[in-house]
């Protein structure tokens, strides 16, 4: 199976500031990545998918990149909206697995 | 406005099944794959099972492969999961999300809870 692991696991920040979440494949998944935000109590939220691509309606400060094994998710100008957890997927191969998240606090 | 919208959760006991259901609408439903995807309190996101647009293809996790089976019905716009021979470590929010063609789950429903206890 594919590990997925992101860091840091936990990120505290200011609105405003510019945060990056890395998350790094066990082996090579092209740009199979996709990014969610999830917040207390509800469903997961695509943000972007193929590793850069932002899902519609996404704000444009949400930011992907990488491939092959290591892609980083960034936030520019965050939000008090943005905060959540936030988890990468990998959907190169089954089984399809998630990272552990990363909890971007105030 | 695509919705998905999960029901058959629960309390059940260990060696228990249950049978979650999931309503779709809002798109074509017969052609898209279609997921369960679960939480259990306090943890992070478990894939869990996918199934094909047709139905002919169908994926598991190790840990439910043998207990749990995915399957649709395209007439119904329905995803269904059987679950049998539950276990505590079951215990979880499954969420059914739809797939964007070859890519990750871009709509999912609000989840329903299954509790695994004696």
């Known amino acids: 199976d594919i590990q997925m692991t992101q860091s840091p696991s936990t990120l505290s920040a200011f609105v405003g500031d510019t945060v990056t979440i890395t998350c790094r494949a066990s082996?090579?998944?092209?740009?199979?990545l996709g990014w969610y935000q999830q917040k207390p109590g509800k469903a997961p939220k695509l943000l972007i998918y193929?590793?850069?691509i932002l899902e519609d309606g996404v704000p444009s400060r949400f930011t992907g990149s990488g491939s092959g094994a290591e892609f980083t998710l960034t936030i520019s100008s965050l939000q008090p909206d943005d905060f959540a957890t936030y988890y990468c997927q990998q959907y190169d191969n089954y089984p399809w697995t998630f990272g552990q998240g990363t909890k971007v606090d105030i | 406005e695509v919705q998905l919208l999960e029901s058959g959760g629960g309390l059940v006991q260990p060696g228990g099944s249950l049978r979650l259901s999931c309503a779709a609408s809002g798109f074509i439903f017969r052609n898209y794959a279609l997921s369960w995807v679960r939480q259990a309190p306090g943890k992070g996101l478990e894939w869990v099972s996918s199934?094909?647009?047709?139905?002919?293809?169908?994926f598991y996790t190790d840990s439910v492969k043998g207990r749990f089976t995915i399957s649709r019905d395209n007439s119904k716009n329905t995803l269904s999961l059987q679950m049998d021979s539950l276990r505590e470590e079951d215990t979880a929010v499954y969420y059914c999300?739809?797939?964007?063609?070859?890519?990750?789950?871009?709509?999912w429903g609000q989840g329903t809870l299954v509790t695994v206890s004696s």
């Open positions: 199934i094909s647009n047709s139905g002919g293809s169908t």
């Open positions: 082996q090579s998944i092209s740009s199979s």
């Open positions: 193929k590793a850069s």
């Open positions: 999300a739809k797939r964007l063609t070859l890519g990750p789950l871009d709509n």
